[in-house]
């Protein structure tokens, strides 16, 4: 009965603002095909770190299944390293689905996160939440290609947090505080490096709409469930996570990548065409917003209170885009064990920098036209992607066939020699044989357990009952050539190998190593019984 009540107030609903809800389905559309449909083409997905995301998460979900040997080589860490929340997520599909289409639908929901990260952080400036479609031109830059996927889901959720919070001080309700705190928590478990901005975000924005609101009490109670958790966390937190950043510089000559880690993840020309199209679409649509915002006169008859929300809005918007541009300008490319730090800073500053965008015309059938625009701005970046990710599922697919000879449970050693074959400008071969741990469980060579700065890490090899891979130097999934058989390959009873020429010679050290089989660039080798 109550959710035929909901369908019945939304048919409602429709049928008093027609244009409103054609203009919802439109970005619902736009939605679908932009982040759905790379994922659907593929099996594989073209981010470097899928795969470590697939494992770690069919790690969390077979953890007690002794079959799959999780437990004699990890400790789950969901609270000193809490990146848990595509985990969580992932491992809850893959009780009903397969590991890797578990792994994509929780991808999805995280790029998601974007545009409905935008459409709550507009729906709380008293925009229409409809502008939040423009979030879809970030889901596929570069960060996503790197398989940064808890960060993009956290900018999202950064978003909201603003959103909520500005909704919270313009009217409050117990719901909407409800909601500002759990998405506070929820973000610490996607990324508890981007809390202490959201955090700052929310007072920042209290104390610059004080003149428009005179509150500031509406959103203090929701601080401090989410404060005292990551206060615990920030006395507990692993050395792992305690980078030294060392002295910061302002660096001004990074403004000229900033197209360039913008919108750069794949080799293909089309990719650029169509960012510099979404770009040049943009800006007409702004001035247009612009021009009818001024031309419709609806600036005037404000109240006092109306322009200092206005300007409130503005400014919360430039400072939180500002802070991050400042982060890109001065922090360092590595902190601790985290790489490629800067660069996300400039996706953080512009992706928050889209709420300067006006607000709909009030109009319904320009709210339809401006939603059409904008929708037509993000396609083209979704049909380059999708073509560049078929390629690669044909390109992977001897990947599948060899994959499918690795026994349950194998000790499987990987060596990434060969890394043609994709338009990625990052390699989305690295870490392929992932995907095999996610499916059947086992042992890895190389593992981002071995770092200390994941949900999952390796149990210390004294432990009674522990079966760990030796330990290997760091970046070690990048130098296949430093491998030696007899010193690096003890451990492991089957080898994958993805080279162009045939790899025996790295094997035959080890007479009990023989080729098992070979599809494509992909060599499959096996451990068998010395005969006597």
């Known amino acids: 009965m109550l959710q035929s009540s909901r369908i019945q107030r939304w048919l409602r609903w429709g049928r008093r603002k027609p244009f409103d809800a054609l203009a919802g389905v439109l970005v619902l559309a736009a939605c679908g095909y932009v982040i759905i449909g790379p994922l659907v083409v593929a099996r ?58 578990a792994v994509k639908v929780a991808a999805a929901i995280m790029l998601a996160l974007l545009p409905a990260g935008l459409a709550v952080m507009f729906w709380g400036m008293r925009k229409s939440p409809l502008l939040g479609v423009v979030g879809l031109g970030f889901v596929w830059c570069g960060l996503t290609g790197w398989g940064f996927l808890n960060f993009m889901g956290a900018l999202g959720l950064f978003a909201m947090v603003v959103g909520l919070a500005l909704r919270q001080l313009d009217r409050p309700s117990t719901v909407v505080g409800g909601l500002l705190s759990g998405l506070l928590i929820l973000l610490f478990f996607t990324h508890p490096f981007r809390f202490p901005f959201a955090l700052a975000a929310v007072v920042a ?80 649509t702004a001035l247009g917003l612009a021009a009818l915002f001024a031309v419709q006169g609806r600036l005037s008859g404000r109240r006092r209170r109306d322009w200092a929300w206005g300007a409130g809005v503005i400014v919360v918007t430039l400072g939180c885009a500002g802070v991050f541009l400042v ?77 499918d000879q690795v026994p349950q449970a194998p000790k499987l050693c990987y060596l990434i020699f060969d890394h043609s074959g994709s338009t990625a400008i990052n390699t989305p071969f690295i870490h392929l044989p992932a995907y095999v741990q996610a499916d059947r469980g086992g ?7 071995t770092w200390g700065a994941s949900p999952i890490v390796y149990r210390s090899p004294g432990e009674p009952g522990a079966v760990v891979p030796p330990k290997t130097p760091l970046r070690w999934e990048w130098t296949p050539h430093k491998f030696r058989v007899k010193k690096h390959g003890r451990f492991f009873d089957w080898f994958l190998v993805r080279h162009r020429r045939n790899p025996s010679r790295y094997f035959r050290a080890d007479p009990t190593i023989e080729l098992a089989a070979q599809q494509g660039t992909w060599w499959l080798y096996r451990r068998v019984p010395q005969r006597r």
């Open 44 to 101: 594989y997905p073209m981010m470097t770190d899928l795969p470590f995301h697939a494992a770690n998460a069919s790690i969390l979900r077979n953890y007690w299944n002794e079959s799959w040997h999780f437990g004699e080589q990890f400790v789950l860490q969901p609270f000193a390293v809490p990146y848990m929340s595509m985990y969580v997520i992932a491992a809850a599909l893959m009780v009903v689905m397969p590991a890797v289409t």
């Open 327 to 403: 982060l890109y300008l001065v922090l360092p490319m590595q902190i601790g064990l985290w790489w490629y730090v800067y660069p996300r800073e400039i996706t953080s500053a512009a992706f928050v920098g889209l709420g300067l965008l006006p607000d709909l015309p009030r109009q319904g059938v320009l709210r339809v036209a401006i939603v059409a625009a904008l929708c037509w701005m993000v396609v083209p970046l979704g049909s380059v992607v999708i073509d560049n990710y078929r390629k690669f599922d044909d390109v992977t697919r001897d990947f599948t066939a060899i994959a």
């Open 205 to 284: 924005s209290a104390v610059v709409l004080y003149p428009a609101t005179r509150r500031w009490r509406p959103v203090l109670v929701p601080l401090l469930p989410p404060v005292v958790l990551f206060a615990i966390w920030w006395w507990l937190r692993p050395p792992a996570l305690a980078g030294e950043m060392g002295p910061l510089q302002l660096h001004l000559d990074r403004m000229d990548q900033v197209g360039r880690l913008l919108y750069r993840s794949l080799r293909d020309p089309a990719e650029q065409v169509a960012a510099t199209w979404a770009w040049d679409v943009l800006k007409v």
């Open 443 to 449: 042992w890895l060579s190389f593992h981002f357990a």
